[in-house]
């Protein structure tokens, strides 16, 4: 016989432990589950949508192109809807943000009469030259930024947004 026997305070303590320990685990690995599915999940970044401007309609005078797309938002997948101002600049195709890099608003192209060829923001008469450019001595600290573009069949393909690499 041996001397290693399990008195039964022992065996009262494993068995609360091991049972604690089943509830605790049950109820923290959806805990987990939820806290770290949105790093499993597959990045969109680098997608291209293609929206449906065709690139030999572009000309040299901005337009807003609107494209949608399908946001992985942490655990939540969504339609969103967004808009880019998308010209001709000799043979390249430029798209710019509408997003006013003062305070967010949304840019227009010669959105004042008093300031022709210049995207203009309403919210605190920001200013930003056809390149994206920021007009100094208005709000704006920065110039917009800048859609990587494809043409896909004809039609123009928007990829992910970058700081505005036609402003040195
Ligand atoms: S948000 Fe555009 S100028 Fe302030």
């Known amino acids: 016989m041996s001397n290693n026997r399990v008195s039964r305070r022992q065996f009262l303590s494993y068995t609360i432990m091991g049972v604690g320990g089943f509830m605790a685990s049950s109820m923290l690995m959806p805990m987990v589950r939820f806290a770290v599915d949105p790093v499993l ?8 949508v293609v929206t449906d401007q065709l690139a030999s309609e572009l000309s040299e005078v901005p337009i807003r192109v609107s494209f949608t797309y399908t946001q992985e938002d942490a655990w939540y997948t969504s339609e969103v ?3 880019a101002w998308v010209y001709l600049e000799g043979e390249e195709i430029v798209a710019l943000s509408p997003v006013c890099k003062h305070l967010g608003c949304t840019v227009t192209w010669e959105g004042s009469a008093d300031f022709p060829e210049q995207f203009f923001c309403p919210c605190h008469a920001g200013r ?3 390149n994206g ?4 001595g208005t709000p704006p600290l ?5 859609f990587l573009v494809e043409v896909r069949d004809g039609y123009v393909a928007l990829g992910p947004l970058r700081p505005n690499f036609l402003v040195s």
């Open 41 to 48: 999940q597959v990045s969109a970044d680098g997608d291209y």
């Open 81 to 83: 809807t967004n808009d």
């Open 128 to 130: 930003y030259y056809k």
């Open 133 to 136: 450019e920021n007009v100094a």
């Open 142 to 146: 920065g110039p917009l930024d800048q």
